[in-house]
C-alpha cells in the first residue's frame, strides 16, 4: 500500500524522521508485531517532537486514514501490554 506520512513542513529532518519512525512503529505492530519496549521508546521520542495531545491526535487520525492503522489502539495495548511483544488483529 502506498501512502505517505503525515508530515510538519516546519519539522527538521530529524524531527520528522523520528516522527516516521515512529509510524513504522506503529505499521510494524500490524503486519508483524513488534517489542514493546521498542514501541514505547519510538513514542517517547515521538512526544519530544510532538508534545500536543492535539497535533497527536491529529497526526493519528492522518496516519489512520491513510494507511488504515491507528497509533492509538496500538498505545492503548502497549499501556496495557503484559506480554514483552504485542501483534495487532486485523
Known amino acids: 500500500m502506498e ?8 519539522w527538521t529532518t530529524e524531527e520528522m524522521t523520528i516522527v516516521v519512525q515512529f509510524l ?6 500490524y503486519e508483524k508485531g513488534i517489542d514493546t519496549v521498542e514501541l514505547k521508546d519510538k513514542y517517547k521520542e ?4 510532538v ?4 497535533e497527536e ?5 492522518d496516519f ?3 494507511s488504515g492503522y491507528s497509533a492509538y489502539k496500538v498505545m492503548q495495548l502497549v499501556k496495557n501490554a503484559t506480554t514483552s511483544k504485542i ?3 486485523p
Do not use: H, T
Request: a positive charge; zero cysteines; proline letters at 9%.
Open 3 to 10: 501512502y505517505s506520512y503525515p508530515l510538519n513542513p516546519d
Open 24 to 29: 513504522e512503529a506503529i505499521e510494524r505492530a
Open 46 to 49: 515521538f512526544k519530544q517532537v
Open 51 to 54: 508534545p500536543a495531545k492535539g
Open 57 to 61: 491526535k491529529r497526526i493519528g487520525i
Open 64 to 66: 489512520e486514514k491513510a
Open 87 to 89: 501483534k495487532m488483529q
